[in-house]
T-cell receptor, first 111, second 110 residues
Framework: KQEVTQIPAALSVPEGENLVLNCSFT??????LQWFRQDPGKGLTSLLL?????REQTSGRLNASLDKSSGRSTLYIAASQPGDSATYLC??????????FGSGTKLNVKP | NAGVTQTPKFRVLKTGQSMTLLCAQD?????MYWYRQDPGMGLRLIHY???????AKGEVPDGYNVSRLKKQNFLLGLESAAPSQTSVYFC?????????FGPGTRLTVL
């Protein structure tokens, strides 16, 4: 069974700092990996999707990398802002039917 | 274009009562999913559907039933609610890759 782990569970940083969130998974035979953002009391919003054949994806200040062989992904956030405060979840899929989620990293960016 | 909507947003049930959660999507997606989210455990897949008239079990299907009679709707039923089913329930839909999530239903079973 696929296990997805996110470390740290919570992170607090001052505004403007660059930061890295980590995601690891036990079964490297994945179809793709996604990073989501979840605001309190809300649903999930997809940030970046990396196909298994790709190494990274970028969107604005966000960059996600994937090392499938080692079972790791990182989400890099540049020049963090208070509006980035949210819980970030990663999810892996083995096909388009089943997704396995980590428990998330709760990020607090202090003004 | 509303995306994925869920009804209701909140519900309180007594043990043994039944209810149905409704999920609707307007993106013509083939795939739909029901998850539950519990503190510290991330999201766990309950059931999913790969098309109209089809359903399949996910990671935690016990105590739940689903139906996909129309492509745009995916229903999650609790026949006899238990306190262990207190959770936040999310519906999602997808094409071939990205999942789009609804706002969630917060269910409390007393």
């Amino acid at each position: 069974k696929q296990e997805v782990t996110q470390i740290p569970a919570a992170l607090s940083v001052p505004e403007g700092e660059n930061l890295v969130l980590n995601c690891s998974f036990t079964d490297s035979a994945i179809y793709n990996l996604q990073w989501f953002r979840q605001d309190p009391g809300k649903g999930l919003t997809s940030l970046l999707l990396i196909q298994s054949s790709q190494r990274e994806q970028t969107s604005g200040r966000l960059n996600a990398s994937l090392d499938k062989s080692s079972g790791r992904s990182t989400l890099y956030i540049a020049a963090s802002q208070p509006g980035d405060s949210a819980t970030y979840l990663c999810a892996v899929s083995h096909n388009f039917n089943k997704f396995y989620f980590g428990s998330g990293t709760k990020l607090n960016v202090k003004p | 274009n509303a995306g994925v909507t869920q009804t209701p947003k909140f519900r309180v049930l007594k043990t043994g009562q039944s209810m149905t959660l409704l999920c609707a999507q307007d993106m013509n997606h083939e795939y739909m999913y029901w998850y539950r989210q519990d503190p510290g455990m991330g999201l766990r897949l309950i059931h999913y559907s790969v098309g109209e008239g089809t359903t399949a079990k996910g990671e935690v299907p016990d105590g739940y039933n689903v139906s996909r009679l129309k492509k745009q709707n995916f229903l999650l039923g609790l026949e006899s609610a238990a306190p262990s089913q207190t959770s936040v329930y999310f519906c999602a839909s997808s094409g071939e890759d990205t999942q789009y999530f609804g706002p969630g239903t917060r269910l409390t079973v007393l």
